[in-house]
């Protein structure tokens, strides 16, 4: 555990225009449980996150595994709590992998866990509205903001070694 | 786990929410410590962070100057929220949580640690914090930071209070002593008859503080004990400041 967070005062930060990163929420525990949870996964479980030629991969966790991964997010407990609905996926983002320009379909909130997220040189970085706004987010990081309204996309890992994985929790709270 | 200095930090700020709080600070303290940054930062791309940022008074000024690349971390919350006072720090993205902590490698061009806490805890503290400082700079980006240094605060032993420019609502009341068992200036500061963090803040000499950044892995750059940020009659009197780069490794 971290330290108390006030979900409403989390809560109205990260439903203003450039969300609100959480620095380091995943203890080395619940990290490692993360990292050993994908790389117990199966190539056949995932799929293309596009169809473009630069596409990513996905790996949409069924609901009765995701109580178990979100666990590993006990700070985070009164979004799960209060939220009328969840649904989480992770990404994996290898060289030359990236999403463009884009928002969300839905969803009130978003929360990206960061698994493994290669240095600013390395690439693999998130940006809001454009290139030029990197977000400052790397392993064991969180960000909460609204997918579905602020324009985001990544920058592609520059070499082999420099993987992007992250765990993805879309919340409504309605 | 966070350090019990980082708890405590954490947990007085936070309570802090109930003190009567009109948005203002002491903007001339704000404008010299911008100025430090526009001298030696002129490019108004750097990717700059504010450890610290309280409600984004210093965010506020940058983004008034031109700077498009700012970024905010605050222990508290309570304080981040405080950022929309004003429109301030609109420009910013921030950050909740300890720089130690955070994920980010070599991200910055320039850190800044405006009244930093350095001193208000121990060495081990201070180290941890330096060390995740230093994580999130790029390799020769620029640490600047503004602290009590024990030449500034002996010559102002005694008491005084200091109200903020903009408003009579906020009263920083501030008492400097020498404690002859720990053979250490301390300093006790309170806001409105709340205690800040540093209850009691045993400041560094300006030569620890230079052996502190040395030994975190920093070179020193310059000392600004005599440049514009000493400026008399005003609280300003109780800062000295650094700039440092991170040495690579």
Known sequence: MRTSINFDQLVELATRPKGIVMAGMLNGDNLAFLENFVLALSDSVWQLGDESDHAWEEYHVPSDRLPQILSCLPDFEELWTRSSARVAWINRFRQSQWIGSHKDASGDLQLIIGIKIPTLNSGGQLWLANQSQLVPFGTGDAFLFNAASIVHGTTAPLHVQAERLTLNVRLWFN | ?249
């Open chain 2, 1 to 249: 786990m966070p350090s019990v200095a980082v708890l405590k930090i954490k947990e007085i700020y936070d309570a802090r929410a109930d003190i009567p709080f009109d948005g203002s600070t002491n903007s001339q303290e704000v404008t010299a410590a911008i100025d430090l940054l526009v001298d030696h930062v002129p490019s108004r791309s750097s990717r700059i962070c504010d450890v610290g940022c309280g409600a984004g008074w210093h965010l506020k000024e940058m983004s008034r100057r031109g700077y498009d690349r700012l970024f905010g971390i605050d222990l508290s919350l309570t304080n981040l929220l405080r950022t929309n006072l004003d429109n301030r720090a609109d420009d910013a993205l921030l950050a909740q949580g300890d720089v130690a902590d955070w994920g980010v490698q070599g991200f910055f061009d320039v850190v800044l640690n405006f009244n930093s806490c350095l001193g208000a805890f121990d060495r081990q503290h201070d180290m941890t914090f330096l060390t995740g400082v230093r994580r999130i700079l790029r390799n020769h980006g620029l640490l600047i930071l503004t602290y009590t240094s024990r030449e500034v605060a002996e010559q102002r032993v005694g008491d005084f209070r200091m109200t903020y420019d903009r408003s009579s609502l906020t009263e920083v009341h501030s008492t400097v002593s020498f404690d002859n068992r720990l053979g250490r200036l301390l300093i006790e500061q309170r806001v409105n008859d709340a205690f800040l963090p540093h209850e009691h803040f045993d400041v560094y000499s300006e030569a620890e503080m230079q052996s502190l950044l040395e030994g975190s892995g920093f070179y020193m750059m310059q000392n600004l004990r005599t440049s514009r940020i000493w400026v008399d009659d005003s609280p300003l009197r109780f800062l000295s400041g650094v700039i440092a780069c991170k040495k690579p490794l």
